[in-house]
């Protein structure tokens, strides 16, 4: 066993593990004692309580930090044994407790309030394809075809309302007349009833404004990734300290850029340059020159560099090594991850719509709030549909790319 | 005959402290087909690379030409380098472009940005190419991705566009080590051929003794980044190949 060196540095480090393990145990502890038993303690309790275990226990051998530090003090001992591995299961047992109250975990919720999901569950089982409405001229035809006159009468209060499906407004006639005039007279009803596909065509529009947003989100991102994906990647840049202080930049910034969410962006452009499908493809704009610029790049770190050397040892210019020697290169798999990347942008900007990027997200989100569920239900098709063959799509197109 | 090549006290020592060169003084003349022998890790590749330039050398100077290549740079390096083909082990072709394409890339150190992005349609310099490449023997290969050909088959490409540099020089790494020995064979005898007909000075390293009695007019030996033998090859004998080699290895023979 390797002898440890004693030093402060890790002896404190020991402790201050020791100590945030300790708080955390009384924290959990407190939160429970807290919610089921409303026991009210002040923090400064807590942290005595806290600093005071983990000092005790800073002395035993059973000290998490120590072990941590000084990886001799572990003993042979199997860990059942000793007090230090129940502690350990015990903080992970009593995280999982306090995340399952946190989180509200409710099961018996999960299988008693399916009926609540009814009108999204109806709306996908019959998404509203032809919307159905009573208008003047049909009133007027069904007049000529003899129908009662308190039924034209009833049948006049609905006209000019919008029914999403033929399910929905029959339901509404059954509301309206008498089982013996429902059955009589649903069939002319229903076929004086103006169709219109009011929101099959809203929906379209709003996906083909999604489809070409990521489109143009995608193929705006990939002149700038490749640009920068040069100066990202490890092997191209100079070993000087321009060189360094460049490579670093850009992929600080696009890390930093990549870990904020699409979602985030489009808030900040929804207010940047107005609500609409030009702030989700800034949003997705970003974020993909961000991504393509790590993939890209870390492609051009995998080049096999004996092409490089070689056109190198012909004389050839900086310029001209990277035309000839790595870009034929990555040519394959850059279109693969654009794609790819497309692929994403397409789901993403249906996300993105929801906070003000245009497109369907949008059209969902509205029709959510309306509670049309039959309307939330064809756009949730026609989503999945556009996600589905997007998908498939990429994928074999990125098989064909993989064999040249 | 006149030197091509002087080498004087040339040190190569790596980052990470290896000292792959320890003082090589070497004279090449015109003409001469000089073999490089030497174990793996002898300082071999280093040499080669170092006077290209692919590897910088820590000091010592290279004289190409009355030119002393370590203290180059920019364009007049590249004028340097571009009169010095070199073939690698690997062949390093751009396996997903035409051989065609491949022989054009020898003739990027003497065209422009915008010459060279056209280069596979100016009607001279693809005709050049296809002579090259029919002098290998390989004509009828020019629009084959060159991953589609042997390995062999690719070599032949990479001395084609060694070809198309018009080299004085050409720097061979190992140029046989990764084929069967028929086709290693035929590789050294374009080179050989290169050699004689066209009086490129070539510089290859090799661990095949047959080949280099073959086809080399002198033999080089590096041990530990040193010369420890320097003549012709007829006088390797079994004691000097020891020497070199060590003591537990025992010559192979390929024909």
Known sequence: MKKDEINIKSALQGLVIDLLFWSYLWGCLYYLAHNWLGLILNYKYLIMLAMFSSGLFYLTGDSIGRKYFFPSHLTSRKWFKTLWGWLIIFSLLITFVVGWDIVEINPYKFFTKFKNAGGITSGIFDPSIIGYELQTESLEKLAEQNLPEEIIEELKKISGRKYTTRKVFSRELEKRLDPAAYDKYKQPILKSAIKNTEMLNKALTTLAETIFLALLATVLAIPLAFILSFFAARNLMPKTFLGNTIYVLIRTVATIFRSIEAIVWAIIFSVWVGIGPFAGMLALMIHSVAALTKLYSEQIENIDSGPVEAVRATGASTLQIWIFAVIPQIISPYLAFTIYRWDINVRMATIVGFVGGGGIGLLLLQQQQLLRWHNVGLIIWLIAAVVWSMDMISAKVRAKLSEM | ?255
């Open chain 2, 1 to 255: 005959m006149n030197s091509l090549l002087n080498i004087n006290d040339l040190h190569k020592i790596y980052d990470s402290g290896t000292h792959a060169l320890r003082g090589i003084n070497l004279d090449v003349k015109e003409g001469e087909f000089l073999i490089l022998l030497g174990l793996s890790g002898s300082g071999k590749s280093t040499l080669l690379r170092c006077i290209n330039r692919l590897i910088e050398p820590t000091s010592g100077e290279i004289i190409f030409q009355k030119r002393n290549i370590v203290k180059t740079s920019g364009k007049a390096l590249r004028t340097i380098r571009r009169q010095i083909g070199m073939i690698f082990q690997q062949f390093n072709l751009i396996k997903n472009l035409s051989a065609l394409t491949n022989v054009l890339t020898g003739k990027l150190g003497y065209v422009n940005l915008v010459h060279s992005l056209g280069m596979t349609k100016i009607k001279e310099d693809v005709i050049t190419a296809e002579k090259n490449l029919d002098r290998v023997g390989l004509l009828e290969f020019k629009s084959q991705k060159t991953r589609n050909l042997s390995g062999g088959q690719q070599q032949r490409v990479a001395i084609a566009r060694a070809l198309m540099q018009n080299p004085r020089l050409i720097l061979a790494d190992e140029p046989v080590a990764s084929l069967d020995p028929a086709t290693a064979d035929s590789v050294m005898k374009y080179l050989g051929e290169l050699n004689k007909n066209d009086n490129i000075t070539v510089i290859c390293s090799l661990h095949f003794l047959s080949l280099a009695r073959k086809y080399g007019t002198r033999v080089v030996a590096l041990k530990d980044g040193q010369i420890v033998f320097d003549g012709s090859p007829r006088e390797i004998d079994e004691r000097k190949f020891k020497d070199i080699y060590g003591e537990e290895a025992e010559e192979v023979e390929i024909r």
